[in-house]
């Protein structure tokens, strides 16, 4: 099969195709022919061994050299095979998957319990788009104990995890404020925001106004000056932080940990990575997917042959939605 493969740590001119054999399932595997992924800053992450720091993690990008050969945490397709010990997925099942890697060859097998029935009413590359930056914004709204009205600001709307979170934040029933480039203001708005700031005009963290939850996707603000925004019983809850070399964005999480600015249990963090049911989180947005409440932005699609140019895309940081490589 052909697949990208991850060179050395660098930018996106260290992925080449190469000839590798189709990967066997076994256990509880499920070997599917990737028909469409995307690119998040997980995938970028791995491949420059950034930042530096996480290599030391057992499930960072790898200490020596790259962990994973083939990198691609987002993969909607078609099951070619099953292992010996699944029950729930047959060969020819449509599934969309949210894998550690594998996504950006021409088949991926996985465990089972990384992958979902795909959304009914969803062309791949459009499934391709929703695993990881869904899961996430699924993942902190949960943490936020958002399940009905309040007041919810997302800080970085209009990218992958933004545009889901304003979303389904929306159909959760909160009252969504999208922080955003004036540019994005019209596509947050149709997401659902109810109203709109933009960052590069206005500092909300000075706005003077309250929030019951503050979603930080951006991550460019101090952690403590979410204290300035927060409602009585108010919750942050960080998502992501600017990119760097040797130890952001985990650096803005550790900085605000460690500012010891909030209250017990005010300061909470989504982790998709980790997430233990990946499978319970896709079906739950499958189901705000097919009832019409969610729907995936797609920013730009690139066939299979400039994979490489949509991870260069992706890492620029401005995409409005999601970046997708289809075949
Ligand atoms: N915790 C987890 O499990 C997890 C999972 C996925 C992602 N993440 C992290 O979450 C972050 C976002 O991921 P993503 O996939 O959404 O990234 P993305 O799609 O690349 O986000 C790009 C968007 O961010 C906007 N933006 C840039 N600077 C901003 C600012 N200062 N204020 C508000 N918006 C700004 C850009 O708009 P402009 O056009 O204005 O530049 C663009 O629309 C990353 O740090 C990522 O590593 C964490």
């Known amino acids: 099969m052909r697949a990208y493969v991850q060179t050395g740590y660098g930018s996106a001119d260290r992925l080449r195709v190469h ?38 993690l057992p499930d960072g990008p790898g200490l020596r050299g790259p962990r994973f050969p083939v990198l691609g945490c987002d993969v909607a397709g078609q099951v070619e095979a099953v292992g010996p010990a699944v029950t ?39 499934a391709a788009a929703v695993p990881m930056a869904a899961v996430t914004a699924l993942l902190a709204l949960r943490a936020a104990g958002t399940s009905g009205p ?7 709307a209009s990218g992958g995890v933004g545009t889901f979170a304003v979303q389904i934040a929306r159909a959760y029933g909160a009252t969504v404020t999208a922080v955003v480039g004036a540019h994005n203001a019209a596509l947050a708005t149709s997401l659902g925001a109810a109203d709109v700031i933009d960052y590069r005009t206005t500092d909300f963290t000075r706005s003077g106004r309250r929030w019951d939850v503050v979603l930080d996707v951006a991550g460019n603000h101090p952690g403590r000056a979410y204290r300035r925004v927060l409602a009585p019983g108010g919750v942050v809850v960080l998502v992501g932080g600017p990119a760097g070399r040797w130890v952001q964005p985990a650096g803005h999480v550790f900085a605000t940990l460690a500012a010891g600015a909030f209250a017990p249990g005010r300061l ?24 019409g409440r969610v729907s995936p932005v797609i920013d730009r699609e690139f066939p299979f042959d400039q994979l490489a140019a949509a991870v260069d895309y992706q890492e620029q940081g401005h995409a409005a939605g999601k970046v997708v490589v289809s075949r």
Do not use: Q
Request: neutral net charge; aromatic residues 8%; charged residues 30%.
């Open 19 to 56: 000839e590798l054999d189709r990967p066997e399932p076994t256990g509880d595997e499920v070997l599917v022919r990737v028909r469409a992924t995307s690119v998040n800053p997980y995938d970028w992450h791995h491949l420059r061994g950034e930042p530096v720091v996480a290599r030391l």
């Open 88 to 126: 729930g997925f047959r060969p020819g099942d449509d599934v969309f998957g949210l894998l550690d890697g594998g996504g950006f060859g021409e088949y991926v097998s996985a465990r089972a319990g990384r992958f979902a029935r795909m959304p009914r009413n969803l062309s791949y590359p459009r």
């Open 150 to 156: 309040g007041r919810v600001l997302i800080n970085g």
């Open 268 to 291: 909470r963090l989504a982790d998709a990575v980790r997430c233990p049911d990946k499978r319970a989180c896709l079906d739950e947005i499958t189901a705000l997917i097919e009832d």
